[in-house]
């Protein structure tokens, strides 16, 4: 896919020069998005929770356009359509390839899994695994730091009748809280967390600190986002959780491999939407 040249974090960081142009465009995008655009769902859910929250992905896997009137429906699917949740949505299915291929890498050699997510959100990518894989020896703990994800989580495994899900309140940066876990995973996630965090030596230490609890043959599965086509829109017009402007740091692909590398992983497989968006990548402890 053909790629637009993208703004770079720190030019998207700066205020804008009031009464400049783009002051005034993306000013007149925030108006229309707080008015009009609220009777779409999403950007409602979007303007409560965070556009970057747990809560906020839950809705765009989904994918069911709701809204007041027919005109909200109507904004609702257009945001769903957007070029990035339909990457999001092409990396769950990614995430799903990959842990089904784990799952059954175990299976062959008798060994049960253990799969955390240290930021799952409601975990819904997790409860469609565990729906497939009822009769294995399969077992998931959905951590995060929002307990308005991880309830929204319970409540679909108890309307599903799902077990063998354990929901906890946890920082995904903890090096202890890490160790803490019950049971012990073989197969560690983050998925969607490092695209939140700027600065880069969070991730290179959270990748150190994973290894650390991993054993010989268990697998790292992250994600990356290299590029996004509206890095301007969201960074001068949505929230995130913490009730700031989003703006998104990108990262090249081979740089945040290298980090895992470093780290002590031996890369397996990597996985691209047909954005070229987000990236899915598999590593094994050796
Ligand atoms: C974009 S969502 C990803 C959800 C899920 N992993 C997925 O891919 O479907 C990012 C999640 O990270 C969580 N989060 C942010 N900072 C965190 C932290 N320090 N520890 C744990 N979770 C965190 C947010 O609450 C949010 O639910």
Known sequence: MQKNKVPAYEELSKPLKIFSYKWFKWGLVRIFLNTVGRLSKGIRIGFKYGFD???????????????????????????????????????????????????????????????????????????????????????????????????????????????????????????????????????????GLYELFTNDEIIKKSMTNIAAVLNSGDYFIFTNQPYHPQLELIARTLPNRLKEYWVMRLRPDNEVKSWAMAAGFKHLKTLLDSYSIFSVHLFQKP
């Open 53 to 191: 929250s747990g809560t906020m992905l839950d809705y765009v896997y989904e994918n069911k356009p709701q809204g007041l009137l027919f005109i909200g429906k109507l904004i609702d699917k257009g945001y769903l359509d957007g070029p990035g949740w339909s990457g999001i949505r092409q990396r769950k299915i990614h995430l799903k390839g990959i842990l089904r291929e784990v799952i059954e890498n175990n299976r062959k050699i008798n060994k049960s899994t253990v799969i955390m997510d240290v930021a799952s959100g409601p975990g819904r990518y997790l409860i469609e695994i565990m729906q497939e894989h009822q009769r294995y020896n399969l077992e998931i703990l959905c951590r995060d730091m929002d307990e308005q994800g991880l309830n929204l989580g319970r409540k679909l495994c108890s309307q599903l009748g799902i077990e063998h899900i354990k929901y906890e309140r946890a920082n995904a940066f903890s090096p202890e809280i890490l160790k803490s876990a019950v049971p012990k995973p073989n197969v560690i996630v983050v998925s």
